[in-house]
């Protein structure tokens, strides 16, 4: 370490019931930690200890799960704090770069307006602020697909509305709190809708049916109308833009 460097927080292990450990690496949802999130859940993947039977990267913890009968929580946890802590594998392993084409407003985002009253901007500078974000895939959730963004600029910060909708349609960019994402399934949600990408997070037709993944960077790409339709009459599915 440098001078100047500030040494990462030590690892905080609790056990979760009596077949998972849940790994705190950092109290703040910060690059940083999104770094150390991403490089320990690489390293376990790598590592395929004894035991383990799936492995979780949250904003802030992995969660390790394991079969009680094949290891012993206190043996992972050590195995988990070597993997840690081992400079081999301290850094997260290189992210693609996947570029998401978004129709913005209209009926493809039916809350751009609405936002962008509440955080006194112009819709149209609402949308040049979210393409412009460089956003971390910091962890999968909530539906197959749903990628939580890491990276949203803090002035597009909104409440969840008050009353949810009972069916999003697939495709649909939201904002919700100081989180945005893509909703792969037709799903209720509370997010605020700004807009759609005709590309399917989600599809089991696909050899690959997760167009995200957890650290991937995702970039947000303005498109018009008659290039939605286009993308969408092409069915590229996840593999444009990768």
């Not at 200890?49 to 992972?76: A, M, N």
């Not at 993997?83 to 809350?111: F, H, K, M, Q, S």
């Not at 947000?220 to 939605?228: D, G, K, L, N, R």
Request: overall charge negative.
């Amino acid at each position: 370490m440098s001078d100047g460097e500030t040494a990462p927080p030590a690892l905080v292990i609790r056990p979760l019931a009596e077949s998972g450990l849940l790994v705190e690496v950092g109290a703040a949802i910060e690059p940083a930690t999104t770094a150390r999130v991403m490089a320990l859940t690489a390293a376990l993947d790598a590592a395929v200890l004894t035991g383990v039977l799936d492995v979780v990267p949250s904003y802030t913890t992995v969660l390790v799960g394991f079969d009680p009968e094949r290891t012993e929580p206190e043996k992972l946890a050590d195995e988990i704090r070597r993997l840690a802590n081992d400079p081999a594998t301290a850094t997260a392993p290189p992210a693609r770069l996947v570029t998401i084409p978004v129709a913005y407003g209209g009926e493809w985002g039916p809350d751009l307006g609405d936002l962008a009253a509440h955080v006194g901007l112009a819709p149209e500078e609402v949308i040049a602020r979210h393409a412009a974000g460089d956003y971390v895939v910091a962890c999968m959730g909530f539906a197959p697909g749903f990628a939580f963004l890491a990276g949203l600029p803090p002035e597009l910060t909104t409440p969840r509305l008050a009353a949810p909708r009972t069916r999003v349609p697939a495709g649909s960019v939201g904002i919700g709190g100081a989180q945005t994402g893509v909703y792969p399934l037709p799903t209720p949600g509370g997010w605020r809708l700004i807009g759609r990408t005709p590309l399917r997070p989600f599809d089991l037709q696909r050899a690959e049916p997760f167009l995200l993944r957890p650290g991937d960077r995702v970039r947000f790409a303005p498109i018009a109308e008659t290039e939605f339709q286009a993308l969408t009459e092409l069915d590229t599915g996840g593999d444009a833009g990768v």
